[in-house]
Nanobody, 124 residues
Framework: QVTVVESGGGLVQLGGSLKLSCSIS????????MGWYRQAPGKEREPVAT???????NYPPTVQGRFTISRDRGKNTLDLQMTRLRSEDTGVYYC??????????????????WGQGTQVTVSV
C-alpha cells in the first residue's frame, strides 16, 4: 500500500508564500502522474499543479506564475511552492500520486493515491 502524506499547510498573510511537501512511500521519480489539488469551501476539488513522469508541468491560469510544483530527489517529496497568495487560494490541499503497472494479463493498470489533505488559509 502506498502512503501519501502532506505537510506544510497553515495560516499565511495575503501576498505571502508557503511551501507544501508531500511525502510518498514510493520513489517520486517513478510516478506516472502526480499533482496538487485543492478544495475550497463549498467547491469541488480542482487541480492547481500537475506533473507527468517526464517532468512536464501544468497549471491553471489562476495560479500560473505563482505556484511551482517540483520533486525533491534527496527528500523524495513532491513539493508545491506558492507565492503571492490570494484569499481565493484558501482551501484544503491534497497530494495525488498515480502509479502505472502491468496486470497479470499484461495490460496497463493505474493505481491512484490521495493524501489526507492539509489546510491552507490566506488571511486578509
Amino acid at each position: 500500500q502506498v502512503t501519501v502524506v502532506e505537510s506544510g499547510g497553515g495560516l499565511v498573510q495575503l501576498g505571502g508564500s508557503l511551501k507544501l511537501s508531500c511525502s510518498i512511500s514510493v520513489n517520486v521519480f517513478s510516478l506516472y502522474f502526480m499533482g496538487w489539488y485543492r478544495q475550497a469551501p463549498g467547491k469541488e476539488r480542482e487541480p492547481v499543479a500537475t506533473m507527468r513522469a517526464g517532468g512536464t508541468t501544468n497549471y491553471p491560469p489562476t495560479v500560473q506564475g505563482r505556484f511551482t510544483i517540483s520533486r525533491d530527489r534527496g527528500k523524495n517529496t513532491l513539493d508545491l511552492q506558492m507565492t503571492r497568495l490570494r484569499s481565493e487560494d484558501t482551501g484544503v490541499y491534497y497530494c495525488y500520486a498515480e502509479i502505472q503497472r502491468r496486470d497479470y494479463g499484461g495490460d496497463w493498470e493505474y493505481d491512484e493515491y490521495w493524501g489526507q489533505g492539509t489546510q491552507v488559509t490566506v488571511s486578509v
